[in-house]
């Protein structure tokens, strides 16, 4: 075979015919069929060249082996994003979408060495004071309001109306929001990973976050915000700021999108029944073939390095690709011959993800109470009409309508008084309103 025959070919569609060589991992096209970029991109050998959004450059790991091998080597790739030589350079735009993920922050997730334990240990430590009986009461309180919300009506988005909000709720619980402030922590995290007048967004969410912090510093209580600023770390008001805004932020988008690709996953393959025993399963198989965080781990190399069969310089961008890496020819391979080789949804070495047990147990828990509750749910509209949302860095749908048999909600989602209208009315309106009524409606409902 000649050099011209074996070069690699991209998908139908792709930007990459006229990008100089350089895979765009943004628009509908990457979002339709993410596989087909990664199977084109596997032709350049363990790493690809990519880009994030428009003049935003980076190397892309898509080899199980170079992804572990990055991921563990914390001496030769470093997580500080103040080494980014083109946002250093000027040659990132202050307006980039990408930004808001990639710029520093002084949290564990952009610090390394001995301040990356310090942080990674207080948040490791505090999380694990989470109880799994206290866990499956508070997402089950969730789960049962937001079913509330639309069980009359026969119809919802469960992307939309159930696993955007779930992973929020109960985070704003574990977390000891009161009403105010977290009516404010849902309002700005919606609008930063939405895309909706972000700026403003995450004005708003960082003054609640820093209020919950001067709340918790005053009247500390039984919660994950409370035990961090006891935990012998010390954290300062600003590192609390920054911890609590890394756990609300990054934890609740990919619980969002895990929550909805399990459920798109049970309710698109005919191998899985509305059976507790298989919701794990298919979970499983969603963090192998369709992970929720596709492509970041962002590391830059501490100096020029032969890594992946090419050179990579000092202070490049380079992010791993889960999605590509669990679904390549060796992993692939090995899980069908019953390795015991684990996927990377949860990433590895020493930024794993420190949430992974929880996480687990909240999608568990909120997809088996839905199907329960609702155990002739099913989608509204072809599969393959199912849209998912643009972007480098997630696996999310946009939307997935379901349909269902009505049924009354287990409690009102409001105590009526004589005069109002029945309970199924109330609950009908409820429902065509869900973000209004926010944490604090939530509490109002878990009051009674």
Partial sequence: MDAQSAAPVPPPGCPAHNSGGRVPLYGPEFAADPQAYYEFMRHYGPTAPVELAPGVEATLVTDYASALQ??????SFRKDARRWRDF?????GSDSPVLPLLAYRPNCMFSDGAEHLRLRQAITDSMARVDSRRLTRSTGQVSDYLISQFSTRGSADLVSDYAKQLPLFVFNELFGCPAEIGDRVLFGISGMFDGVNAEKAAEVFFQAVGELVALKRAKPGDDVTSWLMQHEARLTDEEMVYQLALLLGAGAEPLRNLIGNTLHRLLTHDKYAHDGGLIGEALEDTLWENPPMSNYAPHYPAYDVEFGGGKLAAGDLVLVSYAAANTGPALSAARQAGSSRAHLAWS??????????PAMHITVTAIENLLNRLPDTQLTVPEDSLTWRPGPFNRALATLPTRFTPVQ???QATAPSRTEAPARDND???ARKPERSGWSGFLSWLRG
Avoid: F, M, T, Y
């Fill in 70 to 75: 990055l991921l563990q080597d914390s001496g």
């Fill in 88 to 92: 250093n350079e000027g040659k990132i």
């Fill in 348 to 357: 590895a070495g020493p930024h794993a993800c420190p949430s992974k047990d």
């Fill in 409 to 411: 909600p287990v409690r």
């Fill in 428 to 430: 009908a309106a409820a």
